[in-house]
């Protein structure tokens, strides 16, 4: 059974520190990795889709990794705003083409 | 090209009754899929249709079941309503598994 964790729970940084958000996986047959972004109360956003077959993805100040053989994600988030503040969650595809999730990151960027 | 729209955004109900949730799927979307997240919690997978089909379900009961139309647009049912139903109802389209899905801003149901 595919299980999806996120560390940390929550973090809290300085404004312009650069920062990683980590994801693992237990079971490596997924067709891609995805990574969104939730405010509170509200919908989720998509941030970045990494394919099983990539090993990144690029958007802005954002960058994805992806090491499936480790069962691993990293979300790196370049010079942070106040604006960043937000859960972030990340969810793969499994081989039933089910979205499973983590628990998401709480982050807080203090001006 | 419209994103995805779910409606209403909140809904209070009272235990034991029925609910029904919609959602309209993105443009050239045919596959729709339910999320159930509680508060503080990642998203949960209810089911997922694709092309009118059930073609996945997670662990919730019968007393939760769907329909998606012709259009691709689709309804989430949820009989006998529980206090633990209490959630935040997602609902997400993708037009294939190397796409991703797109997701709707939800709805907010509270069961008294």
């Known amino acids: 059974k595919q299980e999806v964790t996120q560390i940390p729970a929550a973090l809290s940084v300085p404004e312009g520190e650069n920062l990683v958000l980590n994801c693992s996986f237990t079971d490596s047959a997924i067709y891609n990795l995805q990574w969104f972004r939730q405010d509170p109360g509200k919908g989720l956003t998509s941030l970045l889709l990494i394919q099983s077959s990539q090993r990144e993805q690029t958007s802005g100040r954002l960058n994805a990794s992806l090491d499936k053989s480790s069962g691993r994600s990293t979300l790196y988030i370049a010079a942070s705003q106040p604006g960043d503040s937000a859960t972030y969650l990340c969810a793969v595809l499994d081989s039933n083409y089910q979205l499973i999730w983590g628990a998401g990151t709480k982050l807080i960027i203090k001006p | 090209e419209t994103g995805v729209t779910q409606s209403p955004t909140h809904l209070i109900k009272t235990r034991g009754q029925q609910v029904t949730l919609r959602c309209s799927s993105q443009?050239?979307?045919?596959?729709v899929s339910w999320y159930q997240q509680a508060l503080g919690q990642g998203p949960q997978f209810i089911f997922q249709y694709y092309r009118e089909e059930e073609n996945g379900r997670g662990n919730f009961p019968p007393r939760f079941s769907g329909l998606q139309f012709p259009n691709y647009s689709s309804e989430l049912n949820v009989n006998a309503l529980e206090l633990d139903d209490s959630a935040l109802y997602l609902c997400?389209?993708?037009?294939?598994?190397?796409?991703?899905?797109?997701f709707g801003s939800g709805t907010r149901l509270t069961v008294v």
């Open positions: 443009s050239g979307h045919n596959t």
């Open positions: 997400a389209s993708s037009s294939g598994q190397n796409y991703g899905y797109t």
